[in-house]
């Protein structure tokens, strides 16, 4: 399951798993913001590529505007698959403290 | 150890398919420290027989073993063409992000976040078999040296 919160002012607020399941409802949330994105995943436990595929079309949309997506809180998890994927050089990903 | 399960060629399965895993893993008293890379791999399978499998609706089977130091997972996909994925290209990711397209990442990962795989055919039976090994003691390739302290992730 996932759930997505929006707190106000581009931030967004992840939890659970984005899976493949999961990922169409993401999208369909997310290609509705402009700007700076910030996406809060501290409570997100899991990512797989079709996660990642959103947060790709996400930011391939935003930078072109001027905006950006922004991840914080990511998990050792979320860390692992960022940098495998290369990830980590196309986003601003901020880790779990 | 757990019989292989049967789940419907569908993402909506996926659910389902993790409640197994972690089902798995608690009753064996598993590393749960290296459960999401499992199911990372699991689901990046699962969803490639998903959208290149059979179309005759057929499930795809998916087993689970405790192996020494670590865990077995197979998943079989019957009535299918061959592919085999282990064999599939890997993505360039230092592209800048104009270049970037998702396709091909999750196998990419699943090659480097297992410690191995292995892709069977059987043409008697039109049947695709990948098997895949995961570590308590090891990390993928390239993450120890980034890790520092955290080398005992799993």
Redesign the interface.
Known sequence: ?LTIEGAGAGVVVLAG?L???QSPSLQAYLDKLQGEVTLQCAKL??I???G??VL??T??RL?PAGGKLRITGAS??LQ??F????FD??LEIEPAP | MSGPREFARS??S??TL?EYTSEFFVRNRLDPRIL??V??AV??LF?NMVKYGSSDGRPIEVGLACVDGGVQVELVDTGVEPFDMTQAPD?D??????E???GG??L??VR??VDSWDYQYSKEKRQSRVTFRKSFAKR?A??AA?DGD?NA?D
Not at chain 1, 83 to 86: F, H, V
Not at chain 2, 93 to 98: D, N, Q, Y
């Open positions: 399951m798993r899976d493949a399941a436990d899991y797989s590529s079709a990642l595929g790709l079309k930011q391939k930078l050792r998890h692992d698959i940098q495998y994927s290369g050089q196309i | 993402n909506d996926l659910e993790f999401p890379i199911d990372f689901e990046e969803t993505v990711v230092s592209r800048p992000i104009e970037r397209t998702p990442l999750g990419h990962l480097r976040l993928a390239g993450a980034n955290h992730h």
